[in-house]
């Protein structure tokens, strides 16, 4: 494949590798990064989130708890949920 991110799980509906791609995903006019495989599916980015611990995409969807979704990081093991509270978030203001 390529140099990018290659996802720890393989494409559900082929079984081969994914690569996360940028404008991968479309939804009308909008573009947002997702993980393709070599066959050219796109697996839906809101199965997957970004690691707050690492900065990873490689994620797995484990549930919901209390209407967010759960995910653990497949990269350094992190559990979190999407989306996060206000609080846990990093602040954009240095103080």
């Known amino acids: 494949m390529s140099d990018g991110v290659i996802r ?8 081969s590798d994914a690569v996360w791609t940028q404008n991968a995903w479309t939804v ?4 947002s990064a997702a993980y393709v495989c070599g066959n050219g599916h796109v697996i839906d ?3 997957t989130r970004q690691c707050p611990k690492c900065g990873v995409h490689d994620t797995s969807l484990l ?22 509270d206000i609080e846990s978030a990093p602040s954009a203001i240095a103080g």
């Open 63 to 84: 549930g919901d708890v209390d209407g967010r979704q759960q995910f653990r990081c497949a990269q350094c093991g992190e559990v979190f949920v999407y989306p996060r």
């Open 8 to 15: 720890s799980q393989p494409c559900p509906h082929c079984g």
């Open 28 to 31: 009308g006019d909008t573009a």
């Open 45 to 47: 980015p809101r199965e």
